[in-house]
């Protein structure tokens, strides 16, 4: 019986994981299989899933799972997920990209088939953030733990002493996972993705309660508000540099700049955010941002005033 390999891609909120997937998109390794993904995003509307639909193309296949984590929330959808791929599209492999607060403990779990084979984890952390992001969640070193490759990424943005710091925390998580430093989540595909990872046999420890409540746990709430149709730069990079978003790890969406003619993609993590303008509008005229950080709902007002601020003048 033909079984297909599986790859689980994780890592904390806004480490890389949807570039690496993006890159491997666009690879020779890619161009030579067939890859079906599935996405999980936990806010309801997923940026990371519309962004990889729109440029895998009509031959590619991509489950996007939305409105909960695949751990948890909305773990019996993914296990539905993953049936119907194996039976409709018979991929050569399947890479299942987890939310930011994912433990992939849990995602191996529901992805236990007679039709599929572990293939690695890999776990992608921010170089600049790591140290401090372990301290909000429990999943950080659950991500670590659990890898066949950790990618130390956003290496730019560190000092060769930050760097050692944080693979010596990776170290102490993980004895004998392989460390690659990446700018860009750029890493081999071929080195990543088909590597028969050596755990493919061993069993899994059984779940505890926590793992279906570690949101409630963390205090990881998601926000998705409607941008103006049009943002200033540099009223949104005040904004950004604000008290509102204070507790905000993540936030990602498609937006439109003053001046441009078409959308971008929008992304920050705390004191950092880029813009990427789009070939063209995967988002079908939406323009949004998603907020992901702790108790988010208490500073609803305080995003949604300060996102309605970032409004370009009209003249």
Same mark, same amino acid.
């Given at each position: /019986?033909?079984?297909?390999? +599986?790859?689980?891609?994780?890592?904390?909120?806004?480490?890389?994981?949807?570039?690496?997937?993006?890159?491997?998109?666009?690879?020779?390794?890619?161009?030579? =299989?067939?890859?079906?993904?599935?996405?999980?995003?936990?806010?309801?509307?997923?940026?990371?899933?519309?962004? $990889?639909?729109?440029?895998?193309?009509?031959?590619?296949?991509?489950?996007?799972?939305?409105?909960?984590?695949?751990?948890?929330?909305?773990?019996?959808?993914?296990?539905?997920?993953?049936?119907?791929?194996?039976?409709? *599209?018979?991929?050569? /492999?399947?890479?299942?990209?987890?939310?930011?607060?994912?433990?992939?403990?849990?995602?191996? *779990?529901? !992805?236990?088939?007679?039709?599929?084979? $572990? @293939?690695?984890?890999?776990?992608?952390?921010?170089?600049?953030?790591?140290?401090? +992001? /372990? %301290? +909000?969640?429990?999943?950080?070193?659950?991500?670590? +733990? /659990?890898?066949?490759?950790?990618?130390?990424?956003?290496?730019?943005?560190?000092?060769?002493?930050?760097?050692?710091?944080?693979?010596?925390?990776? %170290?102490?998580?993980?004895?004998?996972?392989?460390?690659?430093?990446?700018?860009?989540?750029?890493?081999?595909?071929?080195?990543?993705?088909?590597?028969?990872?050596?755990?493919?046999?061993? @069993?899994?420890?059984?779940?505890?309660?926590?793992?279906?409540?570690?949101?409630?746990?963390?205090?990881?709430?998601?926000?998705?508000?409607?941008?103006?149709?049009?943002?200033?730069?540099?009223?949104?990079?005040?904004?950004? &540099?604000?008290?509102?978003?204070?507790?905000?790890?993540?936030?990602?969406?498609?937006?439109?700049?003053?001046?441009?003619?078409?959308?971008?993609?929008?992304?920050?993590?705390?004191? %950092?955010?880029?813009?990427?303008?789009?070939?063209? @509008?995967?988002?079908?005229?939406? =323009?949004?941002?998603?907020?992901?950080? %702790? &108790? !988010?709902?208490?500073?609803?007002?305080?995003?949604?005033?300060?996102?309605?601020?970032?409004?370009?003048?009209?003249?």
């Amino acid at each position: /019986m033909h079984r297909i390999a +599986y790859v689980v891609v994780t890592g904390f909120l806004g480490a890389g994981k949807t570039t690496l997937l993006r890159r491997l998109v666009h690879s020779d390794f890619a161009a030579q =299989r067939r890859i079906a993904f599935i996405v999980n995003d936990l806010a309801d509307v997923d940026v990371d899933g519309q962004l $990889l639909a729109g440029e895998v193309g009509p031959a590619g296949v991509v489950v996007r799972l939305s409105s909960g984590c695949i751990c948890c929330t909305i773990r019996g959808e993914f296990e539905a997920a993953v049936q119907n791929i194996i039976e409709t *599209h018979q991929p050569d /492999m399947l890479v299942v990209e987890s939310s930011g607060v994912t433990n992939p403990q849990t995602v191996l *779990h529901g !992805l236990k088939h007679p039709r599929l084979r $572990l @293939d690695a984890v890999i776990t992608v952390i921010d170089a600049e953030r790591f140290l401090e +992001y /372990m %301290r +909000y969640s429990a999943a950080v070193e659950t991500q670590v +733990y /659990m890898a066949d490759f950790v990618l130390i990424n956003k290496c730019d943005l560190v000092t060769a002493e930050q760097r050692g710091k944080v693979e010596a925390q990776v %170290r102490r998580f993980n004895t004998k996972c392989a460390i690659l430093y990446t700018q860009h989540a750029d890493a081999p595909p071929e080195v990543l993705f088909g590597a028969h990872a050596a755990h493919v046999q061993r @069993d899994l420890p059984a779940l505890d309660a926590h793992d279906h409540d570690h949101l409630h746990h963390d205090e990881i709430e998601s926000l998705t508000l409607p941008a103006p149709a049009l943002l200033a730069e540099d009223k949104l990079a005040d904004f950004l &540099r604000s008290e509102a978003v204070r507790d905000v790890y993540r936030a990602k969406g498609f937006v439109q700049i003053a001046g441009d003619d078409g959308p971008s993609l929008f992304n920050f993590v705390p004191r %950092r955010f880029g813009l990427e303008r789009l070939p063209h @509008d995967v988002a079908g005229g939406q =323009r949004f941002i998603q907020f992901i950080g %702790r &108790r !988010l709902t208490q500073r609803e007002a305080a995003l949604r005033a300060g996102l309605l601020g970032c409004a370009a003048p009209i003249h």
